[in-house]
């Protein structure tokens, strides 16, 4: 059995000795249809001003699902756009009045009061976290029972407020350490969606554990916490002295003298960030291996085999694609500016111009990032033991009716294509 990357040209992975109970996924989809519809979808979704969206979502998930393929049969999405829009009105009427409460509150503090800002500024934090833990719970659902195999799909058990108790507790540990035992935060939330999710009649479980990530997630949070202690040390003197200057001029005496902006700890401090985040990079990859390499669907078993070297080029590229991209864009709308000036012909350059950013998005994210990422996959993947699929039965439980909707409604929080 072999393993095919995501483009026109398949390879097959060298051999390794596989057990004779082992398998691999199969990936294979043309790249080039695959831009083609995301332009279609784009240039639809800018027309019906973001409507199509849930349509066009739908058909990459289509698109994507069935290029994979497990023992000759491949997978499927069955959601439909209907039911995510759906979702998202549904949505609506959670969110709405939310952000109004917010808004109301947010108005009726005067713009001198800095702690009185910050304190708020925390309550939206901790409502905006809880709104994504349920968006995440509901999008993971849809997601499983809209997966499909040989006719059997996915599942979520209905445990919402076991699923928020549980990250809650974990993110507050983590919280309280500022970050320093987040590799067991992870761990323990890994291995709870793993045991509240099942495909079919079989059930799957992990037993992921932090060792193996400290030696990696140290220096990550070392980093980070002292690029972030710096900015926060440059950043707060400033804020300070624009509240007293506006209580300054409120009252009609002279403001305090403005501190003097440290511009060279600032850029050590983006610099010390940067470096925080590549490390950061590596440390998830290096999760993603250990918690799969320990996660099982009865008998079955994971093994994905991979370092951050074989993927570091899928943010580098999509970075560089991306800068060079814009500076085209935007190289265009001067152009245009200079020809056009303020005529119909500088609208219609706008609109271009916003369908090439939208198109640029969705290429970059589905089209190089996604597709690399379930190339390295196809690749690499390792499923043992698979002979526990062929006992696997469908389960009779019916499935939800709306989509991700709050999830779309927040916005895209890491729920993919």
């Known amino acids: 059995m072999t393993s095919l990357p995501l483009s026109d040209e398949p390879t097959a992975p060298g051999s390794d000795g596989t057990p004779p109970d082992s398998d691999w996924i199969q990936v294979n989809i043309d790249r080039g249809s695959l831009i083609g519809l995301l332009l279609l979808n784009t240039f639809l979704t800018v ?15 289509q698109r994507l699902w069935s290029a994979i393929t497990l023992r000759g049969d491949r997978f499927a999405y069955t959601g439909t756009g209907k039911e995510l829009f759906v979702g998202f009105l549904v949505a609506l009427v959670v969110l709405l009045p939310f952000l109004g409460v917010i808004t109301l509150l947010n108005s009726l503090i005067p713009p001198t009061e800095f702690v009185a800002h910050v304190v708020m500024q925390f309550i939206i934090g901790l409502g905006a976290g809880l709104l994504g833990l349920m968006a995440l719970y509901f999008a993971r659902r849809y997601l499983l029972t809209r997966t499909q195999w040989r006719g059997i799909h996915g599942g979520q058990d209905k445990a919402l407020g076991k699923y928020m108790a549980v990250h809650l507790k974990a993110y507050l540990k983590s919280a309280l350490t500022l970050g320093l035992i987040q590799p067991m935060a992870d761990a323990e939330t890994f291995n709870f969606r793993q045991s509240i999710t099942w495909f079919g009649t079989a059930r799957f479980g992990a037993a992921a554990r932090a060792d193996g990530l400290w030696s990696i997630w140290i220096p990550t949070w070392l980093t980070l916490l002292v690029g972030y202690g710096f900015l926060f040390s440059i950043v707060m003197p400033m804020s300070e002295w624009t509240a007293a200057a506006q209580a300054a001029q409120a009252a009609g005496v002279a403001p305090p003298p403005q501190p003097e902006f440290n511009l060279p700890g600032f850029f050590g401090s983006f610099a010390a960030i940067f470096v925080g985040f590549g490390l950061w990079f590596a440390y998830v990859v290096r999760r993603t291996t250990l918690f799969i390499g320990e996660t099982w669907l009865d008998g079955m078993r994971f093994d994905l085999p991979i370092s951050w070297r074989q993927v570091v080029h899928v943010p580098i590229m999509a970075f560089v694609f991306y800068i060079v991209a814009l500076f085209v864009i935007a190289g265009l709308m001067a152009v245009s500016g200079a020809v056009f000036g303020k005529s119909i012909g500088m609208v219609i350059t706008v609109f271009f111009a916003l369908f ?10 589905v089209a190089w990032v996604q597709v690399e990422l379930l190339r390295v996959i196809g690749l690499h993947l390792r499923l043992h033991h698979v002979s526990v699929l062929d006992d696997i039965l469908n389960r009779g439980q019916p499935a939800p009716t709306r989509g ?13 294509a």
């Open 47 to 61: 027309i019906t001003l973001g409507i199509y969206r849930f349509w066009a979502r739908t058909k990459v998930r």
């Open 356 to 365: 090439l950013i939208l198109a640029l998005l969705n290429l970059l994210s």
């Open 404 to 416: 991700e909707g709050l999830a779309d409604a927040i916005g895209d929080i890491g729920i993919g």
